[in-house]
């Protein structure tokens, strides 16, 4: 069992920036994609970040491109997602997953992934 903890997120102008960091803890994660989704009232998750066991890697979502960063630290088992330019649209609730298979693959889909945090809420005004 791997649980993820989520933090980082608040309420923020148009412009400004946001870390959301997650924790895993229960077991190593070191060799396992990790990703960050959000989900707006109604609405599907949506995948915003991936990146591969060992960094090689990351992928992310169109509409964040060029503002946010994934990252991770696997001696401390942490993921951090940078949010830079951030406008109204990134309003949603951030969730942390990892994707227990041994691939290299940055999925897109929800049901690739296996753990899943809480969530942190993102809210940006205008």
């Known amino acids: 069992q791997v649980l993820l903890a989520e933090s980082g997120g608040g309420l923020v102008q148009a412009g400004d920036s946001l870390r959301l960091s997650c924790a895993a803890s229960g077991r190593p994660v070191n060799t396992y994609t990790m990703a960050w989704f959000r989900q707006t009232p109604g609405k599907e998750h949506e995948f915003v970040a991936g990146?591969?066991?060992?960094?090689?890697?990351?992928d992310y979502a169109d509409a964040v491109k060029g503002r946010f960063t994934i990252s991770r630290d696997n001696a401390k088992s942490m993921v951090w997602l940078q949010m830079n330019a951030l406008t109204p649209e990134d309003t949603a609730v951030y969730y942390c997953?990892?994707?227990?298979?041994?691939?290299?693959?940055?999925?897109?889909?929800?049901?690739?992934?296996?753990?899943w945090g809480q969530g942190t809420q993102v809210t940006v005004s205008s």
């Open positions: 997953a990892l994707r227990w298979k041994l691939t290299v693959e940055i999925p897109f889909d929800t049901d690739e992934y296996t753990y």
């Open positions: 990146i591969t066991w060992n960094s090689g890697r990351t």
